[in-house]
């Protein structure tokens, strides 16, 4: 998992008469992407996977699977029922969509939509991003239950607004889901780190840093670090899941090897300074 915080300086061209202006930004957006990589996918086996946003410890949105199958009734008939549901869980922070007929729907968005206040947000406690199901009414036959604005969607983005302290924010989170609903799996997701202010959703991709150009990994009691010639002299940082920095350092050659037996078990981040920003992998130190 990389996290690339970038300064984006947008320009924007307007045609009027013939005439080219040139309207330049009233300020410099910063915004935040988290690589998932390799992605995350998810089915009714796996453990629910959970995103925090600005890393504080606060958990805003979590995906997880379920097998879906029971009785119910159908028309004043018995029936039963049979297939997976992929549900968002909305701890802290609110997914965008729309009301329609009374209901609220999330929004399925591509590349480069806005997310802002503008947006209507749901306040439940969860959304089905899809579900699949095939009711049985024995003796008149079977039928589909299809549902959701992200089923069968492939690298679509939902969505979202969140608080960090007294602040709102609004990101995105890229992501797909199978036809049949029974699995989900996460891209990406982002924001913009500056309070109230849009974002366009998944816009800046993950390739403005390489990502081959370092690795991390940990064994035994030490945590490596491959770089390449651009980033030597960089900064570097092991920041727990609590946001806590609890080592740091400079790279001052192509492979580094840090002593962390002083540091307890547990997953972190090791953030590494480059050109273009900050970019993190998330690793389990043993």
């Known amino acids: 998992m990389k996290i690339f915080s970038l300064n984006l300086c947008k320009l924007d061209l307007y045609i009027f008469f013939g005439l080219l202006f040139f309207v330049h930004p009233v300020a410099n957006a910063q ?15 796996s453990v629910p996977f959970s995103i925090d946003f600005a890393n ?3 958990v805003e949105f979590s995906f997880r699977v379920q097998t879906m199958s029971g009785d119910t009734v159908l028309g004043g008939m018995p029936a039963t029922y049979d297939g997976a549901s992929a549900i968002l869980e909305n701890l802290n922070g609110q997914p965008a969509g729309n009301t329609v007929n009374g209901a609220f729907e999330l929004s399925n968005l591509n590349e480069g939509e806005f997310v802002s206040s503008s947006d209507e947000f749901g306040v439940d406690a969860s959304h089905s991003l899809g579900i699949n199901l095939l ?15 992200f089923l069968g969607a492939s690298n679509k983005y ?24 029974d699995s989900i799996t996460i891209h990406s997701y982002g924001y913009n780190q500056t309070p109230d202010e849009p974002v366009d959703a998944g816009v800046l991709g993950i390739t403005s840093i390489n990502q081959n150009n370092i690795k991390v990994w940990s064994e035994s009691e030490s945590l490596c670090i491959d770089a ?15 946001g ?43």
């Open 158 to 181: 939902l969505g979202v607004r969140f608080t960090a302290g007294t602040n709102t924010h609004y990101g995105w989170i890229e992501l797909s889901v199978s036809a049949a609903a």
């Open 244 to 286: 806590n920095k609890v080592y740091s350092g400079v790279l001052k050659e192509l492979h580094t090897k840090i002593d962390v037996k002083s540091l307890n078990k547990g997953i972190y981040n090791v953030l590494i300074g480059t050109s273009l920003g900050h970019v993190s992998k998330r690793v389990y130190i043993q």
């Open 135 to 149: 009711i049985d009414v024995p003796g008149v036959g079977s039928f589909p239950y299809i549902y959701g604005s």
């Open 228 to 242: 390449t010639p651009d980033i030597i002299g960089n900064e570097y940082s092991i920041v727990s899941l609590s």
């Open 31 to 45: 915004e935040t992407i988290v690589d998932v990589n390799p992605d995350v996918i998810l089915d009714a086996n």
């Open 56 to 58: 504080d410890a606060s």
